[in-house]
């Protein structure tokens, strides 16, 4: 069996993948390493799970390693593009160890929190940016880095990016790297303009795929529920919901999302939301949460799902089955990740049975409906082992968050919202350590307000960040009272959670 050490990486690199239990190669890593470490230009096509990250993480250290340039400020040696937020942390946990290994820097930008840490970091010198394209390039823009020493450039998931509108984006940055660098590009597809990129920055690549992109891993289990009506649908996603492993449940919309992560923790099943409207605080805070296994329950958007790289994650619900194949593959390949096996569920409506078929033939999944009513022995089956019944926190009292100038209630008038005093750092209502949960309406919660800063955005790139309602720590409200020539509002939780479910004590 071929081991990490047979490619010649540096024996440092070696030694921490060993640390960390890393001792056999992919085969997406095993098809790219000979050719990426000589500095070629690489194409590489594999599923979500397949090992991507290391496969470009490894080459990517070494050479900068072995290269004779040395770290400056503001002129980093290599650069990652991705398309989300959760998706550069992910790989920045994945690269970051065996970067330092090395001696090298890596850092991570992108939108949605204050460009003040990754301008310090760039400032210091950093040999690795991880970046999303909107970020970055406001930072270029501004002239607080340049990419002219750019020894090896990085797409992930470019078919990604090009799906949400990067590509023009791309294309300017890609044109302010070295056109002799090395280039690596890896995709599940090639469609969407992906194509376009491998010819203009690619210099006769080297292409490997190791699997077929269109179809699911061999070791994923389909299955498609069958359910009456909308009722039967809602108790059998709680039934779901229910077990003790990780579980997935994904949603066409945010408020959607929002509202099933509440609606499940209020019934004892303690869940987290992530979607666009979330602030940054709040989805790492969400992520770590599931991650760690704090929370067993995680119910997300399609904007989400490329960044959701948690492993042992044994059940994806597609609750709102999605609109087309590739998002049903990038869905279900949460789980059944390195390997690993996983369970994949549809939950169909009527009406949505021609829809499910088509998405079903074009991901080639062989699953038929089943007929399903809340309780069946299929359901069960697919639960396993059912989690204890987590109480929710109690709701503080509306009379009594009055008092603390915290939150106003919806039934409050609008000369008691004027006059919140305080200068911040109020308690959110109904927010505790590890049980605390958000004020559901009709129980004196507050009513969340919109966000301004770049909700619907996968990196969230408002610059005038306004409260939502959630499980966050409060950091906004203060410039409405400067401008108002008064004490500053009391501060709610930026971009938090709206789920019923908090891991973090407020400050």
């Given at each position: 069996m071929t081991s990490f050490a047979d490619f010649g990486l540096p024996t440092p690199v070696v030694r921490e993948l060993s640390r960390q239990g890393i001792d056999s190669p992919f085969p997406i890593q095993t098809a790219t390493l000979p050719d990426s470490l000589k500095g070629r230009d690489v194409l590489g096509r594999g599923r979500t799970g397949s090992g991507k990250t290391l496969?470009?993480?490894?080459?990517?250290?070494?050479?900068?390693?072995?290269?004779?340039?040395?770290?400056?400020?503001?002129?980093?040696?290599?650069?990652?593009?991705?398309?989300?937020?959760?998706?550069?942390?992910?790989?920045?946990?994945?690269?970051?160890?065996?970067?330092?290994?090395?001696?090298?820097?890596?850092?991570?930008?992108?939108?949605?929190?204050?460009?003040?840490?990754?301008?310090a970091a760039l400032d210091k010198g950093v040999d690795i940016v991880i970046a999303c394209p909107g970020r970055l390039e406001d930072l270029l823009n501004q002239r607080l880095l340049t990419l002219d020493a750019i020894e090896i450039t990085v797409l992930d998931e470019a078919d990604h990016m090009a799906d949400l509108g990067f590509l023009p984006g791309v294309k300017r940055i890609m044109d302010k790297t070295p056109k002799q660098g090395q280039r690596m590009l890896f995709s599940a597809t090639l469609d969407?303009?992906?194509?376009?990129?491998?010819?203009?920055?690619?210099?006769?690549p080297v292409r490997h795929s190791v699997d077929d992109a269109a179809a699911a891993p061999p070791q994923m289990t389909h299955h498609i529920l069958a359910v009456r009506d909308a009722d039967?649908?809602?108790?059998?996603?709680?039934?779901?919901?229910?077990?003790?492993?990780?579980?997935?449940?994904?949603?066409?919309?945010?408020?959607?999302?929002?509202?099933?992560?509440?609606?499940?923790?209020?019934?004892?099943?303690?869940?987290?939301?992530?979607?666009?409207?979330?602030?940054?605080?709040?989805?790492?805070?969400?992520?770590?949460?599931?991650?760690?296994?704090?929370?067993?329950?995680?119910?997300?958007?399609?904007?989400?799902?490329?960044?959701?790289?948690?492993?042992?994650?044994?059940?994806?619900?597609?609750?709102?089955?999605?609109?087309?194949?590739?998002?049903?593959?990038?869905?279900?390949?949460?789980?059944?990740?390195?390997?690993?096996?996983?369970?994949?569920?549809?939950?169909?409506?009527?009406?949505?049975?021609?829809?499910?078929r088509d998405l079903?033939?074009?991901?080639?999944?062989?699953?038929?409906?089943?007929?399903?009513?809340?309780?069946?022995?299929?359901?069960?089956?697919?639960?396993?082992e059912v989690a204890e019944y987590v109480r929710p926190a109690d709701i503080t009292p509306p009379q009594t968050q009055a008092k603390r100038g915290t939150t106003s209630t919806n039934g409050g008038s609008?000369?008691?919202?004027?006059?919140?005093?305080?200068?911040?750092?109020?308690?959110?209502?109904?927010?505790?350590?590890?049980?605390?949960?958000?004020?559901?309406?009709?129980?004196?919660?507050?009513?969340?307000?919109?966000?301004?800063?770049?909700?619907?955005?996968?990196?969230?790139?408002?610059?005038?960040a306004r409260a939502t309602s959630g499980a966050g720590n409060g950091s906004t409200g203060q410039s409405a009272g400067r401008r108002r020539g008064g004490r500053g509002r009391a501060q709610r939780p930026a971009g938090g959670s709206s789920t019923v479910y908090s891991t973090s004590s407020p400050r």
């Open positions: 496969a470009f993480s490894l080459p990517t250290v070494s050479r900068l390693s072995w290269a004779k340039s040395s770290r400056q400020p503001r002129r980093p040696r290599a650069l990652v593009l991705c398309p989300t937020r959760e998706l550069a942390n992910q790989i920045n946990a994945t690269m970051e160890p065996v970067a330092k290994a090395l001696g090298l820097v890596t850092t991570t930008i992108f939108g949605g929190v204050a460009q003040s840490r990754q301008v969407n303009g992906v194509d376009q990129l491998v010819k203009r920055y690619l210099s006769n039967a649908k809602k108790q059998i996603v709680h039934e779901l919901a229910s077990g003790t492993g990780r579980r997935v449940l994904f949603m066409r919309t945010k408020h959607q999302a929002k509202k099933l992560a509440k609606q499940l923790t209020a019934s004892g099943v303690p869940a987290v939301d992530l979607h666009g409207n979330l602030g940054q605080g709040a989805r790492e805070r969400n992520l770590e949460a599931f991650s760690s296994g704090a929370v067993k329950v995680l119910v997300a958007t399609d904007i989400a799902a490329r960044g959701i790289h948690v492993d042992d994650v044994e059940l994806v619900v597609h609750v709102d089955p999605p609109a087309e194949h590739k998002a049903y593959l990038h869905r279900s390949g949460r789980t059944a990740r390195a390997g690993s096996e996983g369970v994949v569920v549809t939950v169909m409506l009527p009406e949505q049975r021609g829809d499910v079903t033939r074009k991901a080639k999944i062989t699953a038929q409906p089943k007929p399903v009513a809340p309780g069946d022995a299929t359901i069960k089956g697919l639960v396993g609008r000369a008691s919202r004027r006059n919140r005093g305080g200068q911040g750092g109020g308690r959110p209502a109904a927010q505790g350590a590890g049980q605390g949960t958000t004020a559901q309406r009709g129980q004196g919660g507050q009513r969340p307000a919109q966000r301004a800063s770049g909700a619907g955005r996968p990196e969230g790139g408002g610059r005038e």
